[in-house]
């Protein structure tokens, strides 16, 4: 007979912008963004900031669906060439059931809007400038006391789109249109955007860091999602796993799924599945997070890393200046890029450590 035993399904979600079985932390983000959604707020407009896998995607899309849940339109994009079109096409397929899409009416010739009789010239869409297009969306959004969600992942200030979006939101706002913008990017692209003259507005969006996860908020996540999977977790497997994610979002999820595959039928996950799992999980963390950072580095960021990385768990301002023969403004600069770029963090004492689990060890491989 075959055994009877309920379906074990591994929960961790492993993957970039997936959105995972439980957030860890992040409650003021979620808690601050959803109640704008709930209260209608007329335009919000808020900013993550964040390293790599630190979980601005996942946020960015559970965010979204929440949205449309509480019946917002949702057009979610990523900042490449093509995003101010994109934006109208994923509103128009938001709304879709709301709006009549132009081609139909162009093929039909007969007048279907959806909202309030409101016609369509299809004739002037064509030539009509991106303001124009979304006015157009957003007046009809408008009728319907329906709120537009624009959700721009991966900001890049290199790009035009870019400003031009964020100053035709100006415009939006300034005619009391009900739409919100939530970007999210690394921080250091995020500055920059901020310091850009036609993007200064900006600076008094709401900003939210996603910095490192306090242990215990690790800890409750990583227990619940074993115990969402069917499984269940002891204090020691559990302050393992901890120690070894290290406040590192994407570290939760790579560890908690390699470990849950050693003995997925075990209805405990043990200590032993836990070390096997970071072990695992730091070689993938490798390959996918610490080697494109560490190319986005230049030769000063690597040589002020490389100078860290002989300290124990941080290092001093005066004994960085010493190794790398520098002053003190040269320690300011790195230090502020490395901080900006997620690679390193700044102790309330001005000591530096390295933010990114693992990392440290990394970079003396690299060096070496
Ligand atoms: N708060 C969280 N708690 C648990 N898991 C999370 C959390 N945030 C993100 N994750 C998980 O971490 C991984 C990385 O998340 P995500 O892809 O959103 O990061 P990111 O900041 O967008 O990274 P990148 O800058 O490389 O695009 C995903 O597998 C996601 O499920
Ligand atoms: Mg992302």
Redesign the pocket.
Known sequence: MAKVQQETFNPFTPE??KVPAYFAGREQVLSDILSAFEEQTMNLCALFVGP?GCG???L?TYLGNEASRLGWVVANVSATSGMLEDIVQRTEESASHLIAASSEKRLTGVNIAGIGGATWDAKSNTKANWRTRMNNLLERLGEADIGLLITV??VDVSLDEMSHLVSTYQHFVRENRKVALVM?GLPFHISSLLSGKNTSFLRRAQRFELGPLASYEVEEAFRLTVEEGGRLINEEALGEAVEAIDGFPFMLQLLGYRAWRMHPDDAFLSVDDVRAGAQRAQRELEDRIFDVTYAELSRADRAFLAAMAQDGKTSRRIDLMERLGKPSGHISTYKKRLVQSGVIGETLDGDFYFALPGFKEYVERRQG
């Open positions: 970039f912008g790599r601005k995607t996942a960015l992942d991966e999210a």
